[in-house]
Structure formats: structure tokens, C-alpha cells
């Protein structure tokens, strides 16, 4: 029986094309958190990445989707995460715990570069959530099957999700910029948001 395609290891190519991402990556935060964000060309990540301007545009679409792309798809990692948790696991605990290890397993060298290179584009970081709009019906999809319930006749699937990612985006964005009085792991920030919700202090 053969593997399916999902789960086989990453050629050797893989790897190479991987590489070349997190190279182009890497240079694009550099320059952006040097130069600011308007003033970097597509041209000048190439270069600072020692590629050439037609394998830039194979790897990565538009300069914003160079600070968006990864937060943007992160609804997959999300949904992945979530259904792997255990069956009898209530639904907001489940989704909490999704979102948490999503935000964990970032980087955090790559994440602090991430965070000087949007702070340089101010108008971005405010597209910058942990669930799109479109992926949205999907996440409340997972939730109300875990719920046992159909998302059209019951709301508290889409309440969660809303509420769930509210609070996840809510910490997100208050590390991102530095509004926090201590700066610690963001996982930590985003799962103490969650918490408030689904234990809420609002008394103190």
C-alpha cells in the first residue's frame, strides 16, 4: 500500500523549495524593519536573498503577502490541530487549545523579525488575524460537529469561534505592538485572553 501524498517525508526538493522561502522571508524582515516596509522593492528582497526576481514571484505572490501569508493561513494549522484533539475534550477547550499550540509553535526568533518588519506597516498589521473571514464558515464547521449540532440551527458554534478568535486576535495584536507592561511568549498572552472568556474576570 502506498503512502498518501500528505503523509509522505519532503524530497529533497521540498526541502530546497522551503529553503529558498524562509531565505526570501528572512531578507524581506530585514530590509522592511531597516528601511520600513514602502521603501523595499520586490527587487531588493531578490537581491538580499540571492535570488533572482522571476524565482521571488515563484515563492511568494505580492511584498504583502510576505508579513500577511503566514498568519493568514494559519487556519489550516488551526483546523488541524483541532481535529486531532480528543473526542470527549469540550468544544471551547478543544478550539482554545488549537489556537495556543498554533501561536506556539511559531519561532520565536522568526516571530520577533516578523514584528519589527509589520510594525514598519501599520496598515497591515491591521489585516493581520489569526482566522480570515473565509475561513471562518470552515472553523465553525469543525466546532458544531464537535457540538453535535448543525451551525445554521444552533449559534453557539459561530458564538464560540467569534468570541474564541476575538480574544486570540485581541492578545495578538497588543504584543505585536508592544502594549503589554511585560513581554512574554505571545502563547502565553494569547492563552490567558482565552481564558478570560471562558472564565470571565470582568470584576477583577
Known sequence: MTTPPAQRPPTLRDRQRAQVRADIHAAAYRLFAA???GNVTTDD???EASVSPRTFFRHVATKEDLLLGSVQRGNA??????TRRPAGEPPDVALAAAIVNRVDSFDDGDLESWRAAILT????LERATLLSAADREQMVA???ARMGVHPAQDTRPGLLVQLSFAAADFAFQQWV????????PLASDVAEALAVVAHPRWAG
Open 142 to 144: 469543525l466546532v458544531a
Open 121 to 124: 506597516a501599520p496598515e497591515l
Open 35 to 37: 528601511r520600513g516596509f
Open 177 to 184: 505592538r508592544g502594549h503589554l507592561p511585560h513581554r512574554r
Open 45 to 47: 528582497i531578490a537581491a
Open 77 to 82: 494549522a488551526i483546523a488541524s490541530l483541532l
